[in-house]
């Protein structure tokens, strides 16, 4: 048998405000490698690993290196904001980028790979939980950027429609941590929950300083105003650390407790070849994915051109840890299992529900929203008695 | 009034009149991810075959090379410059001449040929709501329009009520407003049934030209 050799791109911020994900990223894409390597199949891959750290002139920047020396297929970014900026890139000289994370939605570009959750994979079924199980007074924090813009739009729109309310949105900038103001507001207001947006080392302040807040002024955080997170994963748990660790609700098609041997399988693998972590997280999974199935695609193309690729990649599924997935051929989105969690005092997630089998995405949201969008009910304007 | 944002386009059906090579490009398989089916209505002698009877606004869009010269035959509004389903133009030369014809087709939109998969959904939902808040404000335009040639009617009906019951000109004008309410008519609308209804009532003596003096204030005729 005559092996192909290719060299791919990796292209994560491992260093900057959300490294820690992305460096779980790395090591999922990594472990994948690693596995096609010790398989001996009819692919061998040669990473080239580059970090924009998080600045998104960088990204563009090395995006065209990458493509400019040849490399075809590109495995990377963790933020939209970062995605939508190289996207032109991968158009302009035909690379595919496989985009291994959860989004917003409302895009579907021919030269991207998308094997993270959609957003009738996260966040649609956590308005469903919420709604049905927590409350309908829903306060939103997010980071300013178009992930939390959107995902807000969608969560408000979602939950305005089972008769709900989005009592405020506040947004602050990638990194900031400063929250006296947003966290004094959550309070006056009470909602019944927190819909967190914000990602990296500011969600991870914003946990700390609300059970702190919430502690200080005897209120039972996880009963009264729980948090309820489509980003939240097991090594951020760790870098929110012990205090505030626990009952935080996260919607995500993948936690490294669920029970399968597939599972069991990638843990064990995953902490033997990281043993100083991050330890894996559902974004980590999407990498390992991505990269089986680009060698998969790769196997099946016979040659990295990306339309060759991208048409291979159509017809591939995978036992993934999370179970059975596969690209959706119209889409080339992943069909994936939505599940819900809350988080432990033991840094993993305890899984409340799950659906009973992968559900096709929907990234426009064609299937799951209203025709018209809804009335707008601006949280920004309230009545106010002098 | 603010008219609501349409923003999913499923069921929608797509009708592309293109040319030769028209079918290029991302355009029908972005359509079918937005949910929205595509045809292609044949082209004989140069013209689109298109029942424009059979088009419905609430499913119809049409997508419309500009470089087919009079491809399309449809009826645009003379007022509001709408035509009966929402157009969006496909621009492949970047001529006024061009341009020019789509505008005059109504189009609300437009698309660069070779369509590029990424424009596509801004499009459609710039097009279509385009039309929509054109009709929405031509709806209104034509409400106003109304309503101005009526108050004519009303000036008629207050001037009657004054002279017939005696009231002050904010009286008349409050009464009728009342009465129109709870007939759910506008006022306008109102005001001229009201002095048809007058005109055609049989005159009662000393009604029609009494004046009834209020508090001191005599009314002239």
Known sequence: MTQKHYRIGIMFST????????????????????????????????????????????????????????????????????????????????????????????????NVIYTGASPNQHVLPLVEYLASRVGTRAFCVGSNYIWAWENNRIFREALTARGGIVVAERYLSVGDTEFDQVISAILDQRPDFVFNNLIGTSAYAFFRAFRAACRARGIDQVNEIPVASCTLSEPELAEIGGEAIDGHL????????????????????????????????????????????????????????????????????????????????????????????RSTLNGQFEVLLEARSPIVPDPYLVQSSPRFASAMRSPLLRVVQS | MTSRLLQNFKGGRALLIVGRGGKDGSLESTLAKLGVTAEYPEIVDGRAQIEVGNLQPERDILFVDGDLEGAVAIEVNPVSRLPPVPVIGLVGVEAPSRLKALVNLGATSFLRKPVHGGAVYTSLFMGINQFLLRSDMYARLQDLEGRRRGRRAVIRAVVLVIQQDGLDEESAYSQLRRESMRARQNLELYCEEFLSRRANAPDIPGRATSITLRGGNKQAM
């Open chain 1, 15 to 110: 260093t900057g405000s959300y490294s820690v994900v992305a460096r779980s990223m790395l090591n999922g894409a990594l472990l994948a490698l690693q596995e096609n390597a010790e398989a001996g199949g009819a692919v061998t891959l040669e990473p080239v690993v580059v970090n924009p750290s998080g600045d998104l002139e960088r990204y563009r920047a090395l995006s065209l290196e990458l493509l400019g020396a040849g490399v075809r297929q590109v495995l990377g970014c963790y933020t939209s904001s970062s995605r939508k900026e190289v996207i032109p890139c991968f158009e302009k000289f035909d690379g595919l980028l496989w985009y291994p994370s959860h989004y917003e939605g409302f895009e579907s570009s021919d």
């Open chain 1, 250 to 341: 996260s919607s995500s098609v993948y936690f490294s407790s669920l029970e399968s041997p597939e599972n069991a399988a990638f843990i064990a693998a995953y902490a033997k070849a990281f043993p100083e972590g991050p330890v894996s997280s559902a974004d980590a999974e999407a990498s390992y994915i991505a990269v089986k199935l680009l060698v998969a695609a790769l196997e099946h193309a016979g040659t990295d051109d990306a339309r060759a690729v991208r048409a291979a990649v159509a017809s591939q599924s995978l036992l993934a840890p999370q179970g059975e997935v596969r690209i959706d051929p119209q889409t080339y989105h992943a069909w994936l299992t939505p599940r819900i969690a």
